[in-house]
């Protein structure tokens, strides 16, 4: 099921598929601000291929029971993954959601807990 086909890509901006799962590297984050991922927070993309602090990025976000939405969304910060420790990756902050795609992200976030990163 594919919620948020509607949205709009950012011309010029990689695609990038996002795998979410119970036990996946990937997952949404939440800093101080706030508990909302979306408002304050956003989205922990598990990959060595890591765009630069600013890059506006559209994301096929892959959720448990074949749902999928699109968002674009701009690089906040970097992980470069170190052995034993962490995941390579990118937080970015969502920037065009729709209204699906955010139910999708709740909807996930109550049964997982997101990370806590203080992007800030």
Do not use: C
Not at 12 to 19: H, K, T
Not at 51 to 77: C, H, M, S
Not at 87 to 115: C, H, K, S, W
């Amino acid at each position: 099921m594919v919620a948020g086909s509607a949205q709009r890509a950012i011309a010029g901006a990689p695609l990038i598929d996002v795998e979410m799962g119970i036990h996946s590297a990937s997952n949404f984050y939440k800093g101080l601000g706030g508990n909302d991922v979306i408002e304050h927070g956003g989205i922990f993309a598990a990959t060595y291929k890591i765009p630069k602090i600013g890059t506006a990025v559209n994301l096929r976000v892959l959720l448990p029971g074949d749902y999928e939405f699109t968002a674009t969304a701009v690089v906040q910060w970097t992980r470069e993954g170190r052995e034993g420790d962490s995941d390579p990756g990118f937080g970015a902050r969502f920037t065009q959601i729709t209204p699906e795609g955010r139910q999708l992200v709740y909807r996930y976030t109550r049964n997982r807990e997101p990370m806590f990163y203080d992007d800030l």
